[in-house]
C-alpha cells in the first residue's frame, strides 16, 4: 500500500512535465502565421489570427498598388495623346485618371 501510494505521488508530480512537454511539442509544429520573408505579391499561406490580420493588410497594399499602376499608366497615356492630338484618347485617360488617382 505504501508503494502504491509513492507510484501515485511520482505519478501525479508528473503530469504537469509531460503536459508542458506535450503542449511545447504542439506549439513546434505550427506554421508561421505568414510569410515574412516574402513580398505581399509573393505570400500565399496565412495562418491563425496574426496570419489573417496580414492578409487583410496584404489585400489593401495590393488593392492600392493597383489604382497607382493604373493611374501612372493612364498619365504616361495621357501625354502620348496630347502629344498625338487624340481627342477621344484624352478624354478617356482623363477619366481614368480622375477615377484611379487618389
Request: glycine share 0%.
Given at each position: 500500500m505504501l508503494y502504491a501510494q509513492g507510484e501515485q505521488?511520482?505519478?501525479n508530480k508528473l503530469i504537469p512535465v509531460w503536459l508542458i512537454i506535450l503542449l511545447s511539442a504542439c506549439d513546434a509544429t505550427q506554421p508561421?502565421?505568414?510569410q515574412k520573408d516574402?513580398?505581399?505579391e509573393d505570400r500565399n499561406h496565412y495562418y491563425g489570427i496574426e496570419g489573417m490580420?496580414?492578409?487583410q493588410k496584404d489585400q489593401s497594399y495590393l488593392a492600392n498598388k493597383e489604382l497607382?499602376?493604373?493611374c501612372a499608366k493612364a498619365k504616361v497615356d495621357l501625354a502620348i495623346a496630347e502629344t498625338d492630338r487624340n481627342a477621344s484618347e484624352i478624354k478617356m485617360q482623363t477619366a481614368l485618371i480622375s477615377n484611379t488617382c487618389i
Open positions: 505521488a511520482l505519478f508561421p502565421p505568414y516574402r513580398k505581399p490580420a496580414q492578409y497607382s499602376d493604373k
